[in-house]
């Protein structure tokens, strides 16, 4: 059983920067993908950043490509989402996941973190 817990949300002016961090802990197994997923009020969650386990390959939705950057250390035991120039649609919850496959759909998520509110006012 893998144990996932965010931190590091916040508020922030649009344009701005804040970095999410997940700690990630449990027994070991095979873990394909790595990813972050937030929702807005009133939206459906959805799928921004995934990160292969083994290779560190990063992905990304369209949404946050260029300005969001995905990170696993070296131990694999705190996933990182550096997140820049943000905007006022950014604002949500993020929840931290473990995947069975890489791909950023809700039916692929085996862990789910607790999540961490971002809040980008304009």
């Known amino acids: 059983q893998v144990q996932l817990a965010e931190s590091g949300g916040g508020s922030v002016q649009a344009g701005g920067s804040l970095k999410l961090s997940c700690a990630v802990s449990g027994t070991p197994y095979t873990r394909r993908c790595m990813g972050w997923f937030r929702q807005a009020p009133g939206k459906e969650r959805e799928g921004i950043a995934g990160?292969?386990?083994?290779?560190?390959?990063?992905f990304y939705h369209d949404a946050v490509k260029g300005r969001f950057s995905i990170s696993l250390n070296d131990a694999k035991e705190t996933l990182t989402l550096q997140m820049n120039r943000l905007k006022v649609e950014d604002t949500a919850t993020y929840y931290c996941?473990?995947?069975?496959?890489?791909?950023?759909?809700?039916?692929?998520?085996?862990?789910w973190g607790q999540g961490t509110q971002v809040t980008v006012s304009s």
């Open positions: 990160i292969y386990f083994d290779k560190g390959i990063p």
């Open positions: 996941a473990e995947m069975r496959a890489c791909a950023l759909n809700l039916e692929y998520v085996r862990t």
